[in-house]
């Protein structure tokens, strides 16, 4: 008999990989099992765990991973958008295009932007132009009355 192994593998993230194995490992296996796996395995390792099930036929795989219990505990993974890798094959013999690729830091293999060979024009400010009469240095001096401090008045 003829199996085809399937890897789930779930990095640790805002929570262990642990507490999800915990939380969802039972029902996980209770639809494998339903769906025709013949052989399943937990491995623990630093920063994560891996299933491995084995179905017979493909379309038992594809039967299960369609099953929205399965699609509930891989949403849930503590990192689901690091953290969660779904491969044919066992552990790291799975070929490399299966796998979901981690994105690059930003900026990684970017080239620097050119900088602009002239530096932008800037309008200059209009300098004001010296007033043709000299300003009096006595501010009030030509004033038409002189203010005077008068008492405040109640109107009664």
């Known amino acids: 008999m ?30 494998a099992v339903t769906n025709g796996a013949k052989r399943w395995e937990w491995t623990l390792m630093p920063g994560g765990v891996v299933l491995e099930v084995a179905f017979k ?14 699609q509930a ?5 503590p990192d689901p958008v690091n953290g969660l890798y779904v491969y044919p094959g066992r552990g790291g013999s799975a070929s490399a295009r ?3 690729p981690k994105p690059r830091p930003a ?25 043709a009469e000299p300003i009096s240095e006595r501010p009030f001096e030509h004033a038409a009355e002189p203010i005077t401090e008068r008492p405040f008045e109640h109107a009664a």
Do not use: H, M, N
């Open 57 to 70: 036929e493909t379309d038992d795989w594809d039967r299960f991973r369609a099953l929205p219990v399965v």
């Open 73 to 77: 505990a891989l949403d849930a993974t």
């Open 98 to 100: 299966a796998r979901k």
């Open 107 to 131: 900026g990684a293999g970017a080239a620097a932007i050119p900088l602009p060979e002239e530096p932008p024009v800037v309008a200059r400010l209009a300098v004001a132009e010296p007033p």
């Open 2 to 31: 003829s199996l085809r192994w399937w890897t789930i593998e779930v990095r640790d993230g805002v929570l262990p990989a642990q507490r999800w194995k915990d939380g969802y490992g039972e029902a996980l296996l209770e639809a």
